[in-house]
């Protein structure tokens, strides 16, 4: 998947699992008092949430890398 796919599948809010590494990780959207965010994190544990693509792009790490570098792999 590159970046440009990602962005615009984040952008129409679809839910994604995404596997690397033989592991498995969803991403999903939700709203809260503070506005809307996307939670991401590996299937069935507690996600994290983020508020922007952006930041989600910069702060998630798989396997050491993140995840803006992985994607290409998934």
Not at 5 to 33: C, I, M, Q, S
Not at 52 to 59: C, F, H, I, K, T
Request: charged residues 25%; aromatic residues 10%; hydrophobic residues 40%.
């Amino acid at each position: 998947m590159t970046l440009d796919e990602f962005r615009y599948l984040v952008a129409v809010k679809k839910p994604l699992e995404l596997t690397h590494g033989g592991r498995v990780y969803n991403l999903t959207y939700g709203t809260d008092d503070a506005g809307d965010y996307l939670a991401f994190g590996r299937l069935h544990d507690t996600p994290a949430r983020y508020r922007s693509v952006g930041e989600l792009l910069n702060a998630v790490k798989i396997d050491n890398h993140f995840l803006r570098e992985v994607l290409a792999d998934i």
